[in-house]
C-alpha cells in the first residue's frame, strides 16, 4: 500500500495563479483532511470530508475549495492564490472504525507551495 | 477543545528515557490526550492514546495523573532517530464528529549522542 500521496510536492506559484492540490489514499479510510502549516508552527486544518461526496470547512478555510468526488481522493483548489498561502500542505486520512479513541490520522509527505 | 502547553524545547542524551512533559488543566471528562511527533518535515505520525489509564505501546508509554490535567510522553530509549517534534492534543472522540486535531508548537526534542 503507498498509504497517503500528494501531487505536487513542490509547486512555486505567482500571485493570483490557481492550482489544485491532489491528496489519495488506498486504505479505504472514510475521513480525510487538509492542512497547512507555517515555520515553526503547529498545523491547522482548513478543510476536510467526513466521506464521499461531503466536505466542511476547518479552522482556516478562507481561499481555498475542496472537493471529494471519489472516496479516495481530496482535491485542494487555490482559486487565486496570495503569497500569504506561502505553506507546506498536509493532507491526512483516517479510517470511521476503530478501538475507543483511537484517532489515528495518516499524514501524507506533504506539498511545498510558494506564492510569489 | 481543551488547550495544552509544552515546554518548547528538550534534550535527551542517546540511550537514556525521554519524559515529555504535557499540562491540560481545562482537559473535560470526554476529551482524550493524543501524542503525534514530525520527523524533520515529514507528515505528523501517531504514537499514542489515552484517556485516564495509563497506556504502553511499542513505541512509547503514556502517563496520565489521577486529575488528568497533565501528562508524560515516555520514550525508553531514546535514538537519533527520535529527535522530532512531539504534539500533546486533547480532543472529544465522538461519533457524530470530525475527529479533527488541533496541533500547538509541540516541542522540540533533540536526541544528543
Known amino acids: 500500500n503507498a498509504g497517503v500521496t500528494q501531487t505536487p510536492k513542490f509547486r512555486v506559484l505567482k500571485t493570483g495563479q490557481s492550482m489544485t492540490l491532489l491528496c489519495a489514499q488506498d486504505?479505504?479510510?472514510?475521513?480525510m483532511y487538509w492542512y497547512r502549516q507555517d515555520p515553526g508552527m503547529g498545523l491547522r486544518l482548513i478543510h476536510y470530508?467526513?466521506?464521499?461526496?461531503?466536505?466542511a470547512k476547518g479552522e482556516v478555510p478562507d481561499g481555498y475549495n475542496v472537493s471529494r468526488l471519489k472516496k479516495q481522493n481530496f482535491l485542494l483548489g487555490l482559486e487565486s492564490a496570495a503569497p500569504s498561502q506561502t505553506s507546506v500542505y498536509f493532507c491526512?486520512?483516517?479510517?470511521?472504525?476503530?478501538?475507543?479513541?483511537?484517532?489515528?490520522?495518516?499524514f501524507g509527505p506533504g506539498t511545498r507551495l510558494t506564492v510569489l | 477543545d481543551a488547550k495544552t502547553t509544552q515546554p518548547p524545547s528538550m534534550d535527551c542524551a542517546e540511550g537514556r528515557a525521554a519524559n515529555l512533559p504535557c499540562n491540560h488543566s481545562?482537559?473535560?471528562?470526554?476529551?482524550?490526550v493524543y501524542w503525534y511527533r514530525q520527523i524533520h518535515s515529514q507528515g505528523p505520525q501517531y504514537i499514542i492514546h489515552?484517556?485516564?489509564n495509563n497506556e504502553t505501546n511499542e513505541m512509547a508509554s503514556l502517563i496520565i495523573t489521577e486529575d488528568r490535567k497533565s501528562s508524560t510522553l515516555i520514550l525508553p530509549h531514546a535514538t537519533l532517530r527520535d529527535t522530532a517534534v512531539y504534539y500533546c492534543?486533547?480532543?472529544?472522540?465522538?461519533?457524530?464528529?470530525?475527529?479533527?486535531?488541533?496541533f500547538g508548537k509541540g516541542t522540540k526534542l533533540s536526541v544528543i549522542p
Open positions: 491526512a486520512s483516517r479510517s470511521s472504525t476503530g478501538t475507543s479513541g483511537y484517532n489515528e490520522q495518516f
Open positions: 486504505m479505504n479510510h472514510e475521513y
Open positions: 470530508s467526513v466521506g464521499e461526496g461531503t466536505t
Open positions: 481545562t482537559i473535560s471528562g470526554n476529551e482524550y
Open positions: 489515552g484517556l485516564k
Open positions: 492534543i486533547v480532543s472529544p472522540y465522538s461519533g457524530a464528529g470530525s475527529y479533527q486535531l488541533t
